[in-house]
């Protein structure tokens, strides 16, 4: 089966730009997750959604940063405007979960390498 | 904070050495879940340990849980050069992830 796909794979903005990635999940995966990935770092999760509803964006600087999954498929998450600390790659997994339970193993897509400068 | 954290932030071994790394965590969990992350790809499920379990194996990998210690340890035996990779744990609990520790397997 076809993995999650993320595009692009690399981007490199000026800061106060806008920036916007999106994310394919795995066919039929109803939980979908947001990863930022800082250089030396773990992830940590911006937004996590299932279907097209917002399950946890406790860690999302909703000043900039929004997300959006519409008909509960595809995501975006977009930056506006962007920042120098926002360099870093933003990860998209999904799990198979109706119940957004967090036993559901995650599948990671490659993950947008950003660079602002 | 990070809800895992792990140790060593870096780990040096021979090809067929076993490479034990340890993880720690600060509030109650349902389960934990080890990650693996290749340079430069997304993270790779490995195995997931319930609070109700004190150990489970998966091919190489052996993972072992105390709760009452709040920490995790994940053993890969024989290890190959193949297994150079960052592992992270993760707590169900919002899926907070470690830093990390990095593995350098030298065949």
């Known amino acids: 089966e076809a993995g999650v796909a993320q595009s692009p794979r690399y981007k490199i903005i000026e800061k106060r730009q806008s920036v916007a990635f999106w994310c394919n999940p795995i066919s039929g995966h109803a939980t979908l997750y947001w990863y930022q990935q800082i250089l030396g770092q773990g992830p940590k999760l911006l937004i996590q959604?299932?279907?097209?509803?917002?399950?946890?964006d406790s860690q999302l600087p909703k000043d900039r940063f929004s997300a959006e999954r519409l008909k509960g498929v595809d995501s975006t998450l977009k930056i506006q405007p962007a920042k120098l600390e926002d360099s870093a790659v933003y990860l998209c997994?999904?799990?198979?979960?109706?119940?957004?339970?967090?036993?559901?193993?995650?599948?990671f897509g490659p993950g947008t390498r950003l660079t602002v400068l | 904070s990070q809800q895992g954290e792990e140790d060593p932030q870096a780990l040096s071994i021979q090809e067929g050495e076993n490479a034990t790394m340890n993880c720690s965590y600060k509030?109650?969990?349902?389960?934990l879940q080890w990650y693996r992350q290749n340079s430069g790809r997304g993270l790779v499920h490995l195995i997931l340990i319930r609070s109700n379990e004190r150990e489970k194996h998966s091919g190489r990998l052996r993972v072992t849980l105390d709760t009452s210690k709040k920490s995790s340890s994940l053993l890969i035996t024989a290890s190959r050069a193949a297994d150079t990779a960052s592992y992270f744990c993760?707590?169900?609990?919002?899926?907070?992830f470690g830093a990390g520790t990095r593995l350098t397997v030298k065949p």
């Open positions: 997994a999904s799990s198979l979960g109706q119940g957004g339970s967090q036993e559901d193993t995650q599948y």
């Open positions: 959604f299932q279907n097209n509803g917002v399950v946890d």
């Open positions: 993760a707590t169900d609990y919002h899926m907070r």
């Open positions: 509030t109650s969990i349902n389960n």
